[in-house]
């Protein structure tokens, strides 16, 4: 290894040199172990594998060198632990401690397969090698995502191995600050964030305004419920982060920056906490950054813990300290935000995805997606789907495409009935649109959004006015109460969805939480009261009639809300064997040996323990 | 110095000016609640909507708050616009409806009743405009009273919902009080006055004289400190009731030597 490895860089040239020794050094026959350690594979375990792989190493006296990493999230969640064993790429899944040994010996140290931990496509029962082979990563694009699962998240020459930290030197040395916001114009980048706003716009709002100095913001607040985007970068390549603003700060002229990192996310914190200090020691943060005289910091803050801290003048109120609420001002915070200064704002993915665009170019980026939306989005894709996980797709691709052929379709042969998109004031989109695109204005038209990247798959057996329950009684729980429509507003449209769902729903209950809409839409302080009514708006507009059949004929047609439906057993499936009969804590059933039973529906409370009991699906709610 | 145009009237503004300063200059009236000309602007109570064009879009915004520029057409009357703050009100009206001031201003509003039932807590009628908590801050630079908990349950309270120690008993919270859930309360027996329902109690100056309530002991002696007199004769002032005030003042000036003019 060269010297300078582990020095502060003072310019390009050493940069380079360091990388090619770095490169040297690696190829050099050495091979990886990379356990996932992204939220869904630690929770099954993985931390524990990346022990025994490390022991495996340590033990190990054969002359093959190894190297096991923790690494960040892979994506396919739903078949952790997944381990990706390097060269070769090959992906093992629902890896369990007993299997690391073989593993180790047979795949590591031998070069053998062991198949019974690949991943098989369910449909055609064909097993795959590595993940390009696997239909879930096929349909992908990954540009934020692109080193995710690949590099470790807390030793900075492995970014720089595989390409990191080359744009900055790039757009420090060869790019003007007009330059390198043209190029992200030419992108087309959009915010990741929820707004979709122009970022190159808000960048040139920022560098052009009066005041000094000038703040650049990282917001990696994520709080919709089940998102887990940010947080996968943050923990799976924190560099792309920094080197991303560090390129945004020069741009915009701004010497400091802070990081905004959900309260929730201590180990995204330890990450960036870890990454920050090595760019400092190698000269990408601080001062005199490669040798180019612009100096730039950042710092790291815990969020307030609230949802409607991730709102741009919440946070940045919460930055400076005082409670995390909206302010209402008509002054951009480009020219009047963190301390009254000009503030620039962007996403973890935002932000992310600015040193690929530097480096291969504006023109590149704007090549994937459609007219208005380009390059790629990250989303977590969870709910009554296979494939559950985090996906990055061009911007274009189908609700479909996404569903079915990275998410492997609906769980349980069920069918389709709805997939929500833009967190918890986006909307439902039934499957009539599937073949919508994945667009900032195509979902909006289609009363949903974008949002940062929330994708909830729901089937047949789910009842929409209890989705719009759900999410409206999130925001309500998160709303600050700052302003009367949101707090006033979305308590009434929670207590009218309560009584629907009561079978309490009265005519013109939908006609009332129309008008409450309109007034949230139109008149809260800030974008949480102003689109919190889209859950409701949008499956009223798809699944009206069942609304109606909740207020008019008291009935739940997909049958979750209680008292909106009743237990019966089917004569023809009963076997009379009796063990709802001796469950029922009613005393609601009768029946004899070899006599169908029946439900008494006066003593019935609906509890449902009969339908959990049935061991032949005899009783159904009808 | 801008010109801005609000319904149909065209109206000179300083800069800066905001739409509610406009539209006062114009003679029309836009109904407020969490807007007081002495402190910092708020915008949460939203009672306050005018509809805005400019270019070609239309918006609705807070007229307190938003800065007068020259390509603005603003609409205060507009349907939109009156059904926007009549909606905020009966929402308010559904929170708070035993506030007789709240229940004026609706009607100054055209709006006889609400629709809606109450479905939020409101400690005696509060609407949560926020007006006490900025002037007890800004104004008095207490900061007695705070926010405390989120969205429904929001309430204005002195910290851990226990009386202040802050609060030197001024009660300009109950002054700037919109809707009368702020009270001055005299406990004679202990010489003393509450701000209700904070719980807060600050002991009292009696006058020297009749023995009727001045003001508390913090404020006057805030007051010497701002005026920066403390002679033993304002002292003696400050320690009278308006009324024995005046009578004094009276008396020495009816007993004092005529001085001739030299
Ligand atoms: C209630 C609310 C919550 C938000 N939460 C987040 C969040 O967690 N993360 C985020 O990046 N943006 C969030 N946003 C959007 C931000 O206000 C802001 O638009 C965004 O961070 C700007 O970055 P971008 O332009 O890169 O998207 C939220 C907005 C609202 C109204
Ligand atoms: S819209 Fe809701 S969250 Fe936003 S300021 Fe108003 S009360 Fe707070």
Redesign the interface.
Same mark, same amino acid.
């Given at each position: 290894m060269t010297k300078l490895c582990g020095k502060r860089l003072n310019n390009h040239e050493e940069l380079e040199l360091v990388r090619e020794d770095l490169l040297k050094h690696r190829n050099s026959g050495t091979k990886s172990v990379c356990v996932c350690v992204g939220p869904g594979c630690a929770a099954k375990g993985a931390n524990r594998l990346y022990e025994l792989f490390c022991e495996a190493v340590r033990q190990s006296d054969s002359k093959v060198k190894v190297e096991a990493k923790s690494v960040g999230c892979h994506g396919l969640c739903e078949c952790g632990p997944i381990i990706l064993i390097q060269p070769g790429d090959i992906f093992y899944q629902r890896v369990e401690e007993p299997d690391v040994a073989e593993i180790f010996r047979e795949t590591v140290l031998s070069d053998r397969i062991v198949e019974r931990l690949l991943h098989e496509d369910p449909s055609t029962g064909e097993k795959a090698r590595s993940p390009d082979e696997i239909p879930f990563y096929k349909a992908q694009n990954r540009i934020a995502l692109a080193y995710n699962g690949l590099i470790d998240p807390a030793n900075i020459e492995d970014y720089i191995a595989a390409g990191g930290y080359t744009a900055l030197p790039k757009a420090l040395t060869t790019m003007t600050s007009e330059e390198i916001i043209a190029e992200v114009e030419l992108a087309g980048l959009r915010g990741r964030g929820g707004g979709g706003f122009p970022t190159a716009r808000k960048w040139r709002s920022c560098r052009e305004s009066d005041g000094s100095p000038k703040y650049v913001i990282c917001n990696g607040d994520e709080g919709d419920p089940g998102a887990f985007m940010d947080r996968a970068i943050m923990e799976g390549n924190p560099h792309s982060v920094i080197e991303g603003m560090v390129i945004g700060a020069y741009a915009i002229g701004s010497s400091q920056g802070y990081i905004y990192v959900r309260n929730e996310y201590p180990l995204s914190v330890e990450r960036l906490k870890e990454a920050i200090e090595q760019a400092r020691q190698w000269g990408f943060l601080g001062e005199d950054i490669l040798g180019s005289s612009f100096s730039f910091n950042i710092r790291i803050n815990r969020g307030g813990g609230a949802f409607v801290c991730g709102e741009s003048t919440a946070l940045m109120a919460s930055l400076e300290g005082r409670t995390g609420e909206p302010r209402a001002k008509y002054v951009h915070t480009v020219e009047s935000g963190f301390r009254g200064k000009p503030t620039n704002l962007n996403n973890v993915e935002t932000w992310t995805n600015i040193p690929p665009i530097i480096n291969r170019g504006g023109e590149w980026f704007a090549g994937i997606g459609t007219e208005k939306s380009k390059g790629t989005k990250v989303f977590s894709l969870v709910g009554n789907v296979v494939n559950t996980g985090l996906v990055e797709v061009p911007m274009g691709i189908t609700l479909r495409r996404i569903i079915d052929e990275i998410g492997g379709g609906v769980r349980d042969g069920k069918r389709f009935k709805a997939v929500q998109t833009g967190g918890p004031s986006g909307g439902c989109i039934p499957s009539e649109h599937l073949d919508a695109r994945v667009d900032f204005d195509e979902l909006t038209k289609l009363g949903s959004m974008m949002g940062s990247g929330g994708m909830i798959v729901m089937d047949e057996g789910t009842c929409m006015v209890r989705v719009a329950r759900y999410f409206t009684e999130f925001l309500q729980k998160e709303s600050c109460g700052k302003c009367t429509p949101c707090r006033e507003g979305l308590a009434q449209m929670l207590h009218i969805l309560n009584r629907i769902t009561r079978g309490e729903g009265d005519v013109g209950d939908i006609e009332e939480l129309g008008v409450l809409a309109e007034l949230l839409e139109g008149t809260a302080l800030c974008a949480l009261g102003k689109t919190a009514a889209n859950p409701v708006l949008s499956t009223i507009r798809y699944f009206r009639d069942e609304y109606d059949a909740h207020i008019l004929d008291r009935h739940c047609p997909a049958k979750e809300c209680r008292g909106l439906f009743r237990y019966e057993i089917d004569a023809e499936a009963c076997k009379a064997c009796g063990i709802c009969l001796k469950n029922c804590p009613e005393d609601a059933i009768t029946g004899e040996k070899e006599v169908p039973h029946v439900i008494n529906q006066e003593k019935c409370t609906l509890c449902g323990i009969c339908w959990e009991k049935c061991p032949f699906t005899a009783v159904l709610k009808v | 110095m801008p010109t801005v145009t609000i319904d149909g009237c065209k109206v000179r503004v300083k800069k800066n000016a905001t739409v509610l300063d406009a539209a006062k200059k114009a003679g029309i009236w836009i109904p407020t609640l969490c807007y007081h000309p002495a402190v910092s602007?708020?915008?949460?109570?939203?009672?306050c909507?005018v509809e805005l064009e400019r270019g070609d879009w239309r918006q609705?915004?807070?007229a307190c708050?938003?800065?007068v520029r020259e390509d603005i057409v603003v609409y205060v009357s507009s349907e939109?616009a009156q059904q926007?703050r009549r #909606?905020?009100m009966e929402?308010?009206l559904?929170?708070a409806p035993e506030s007789e001031e709240l229940k004026a201003l609706a009607e100054r509003m055209g709006v006889k009743e609400t629709h809606?039932?109450k479905?939020?807590e409101s400690q005696r009628n509060c609407?949560?405009c926020g007006l006490c908590v900025r002037v007890c801050e800004e104004i008095i630079g207490q900061s007695a009273i705070g926010?405390a #908990?989120? #969205?429904?349950?929001?309430t204005v309270a002195a910290p851990f919902r226990q009386p202040s120690d802050d609060c030197i008993g001024c009660g300009a919270c109950a002054v700037v009080c919109p809707v009368g859930t702020i009270k001055l309360r005299i406990h004679k027996d202990q010489q003393e006055v509450e701000i209700s329902p904070f719980k807060s109690r600050a002991k009292l100056l009696l006058c020297r004289q009749c023995g009727a309530p001045v003001v508390s002991v913090q404020v006057s002696e805030q007051v010497m400190g701002k005026v920066g007199l403390d002679c033993e004769e304002f002292r003696e002032r400050v320690r009278l009731c308006p009324k024995c005030r005046k009578l004094q003042s009276a008396a020495q000036l009816a007993s004092a030597p005529i001085r001739k003019k030299q």
């Open positions: - | 602007c708020d915008a949460s109570c939203r009672i909507m609705l915004v807070t708050n938003y800065p939109r926007a #909606g905020v929402l308010l559904a929170r809606y039932p479905v939020t609407i949560l926010f #908990g989120r #969205g429904v349950d929001r």
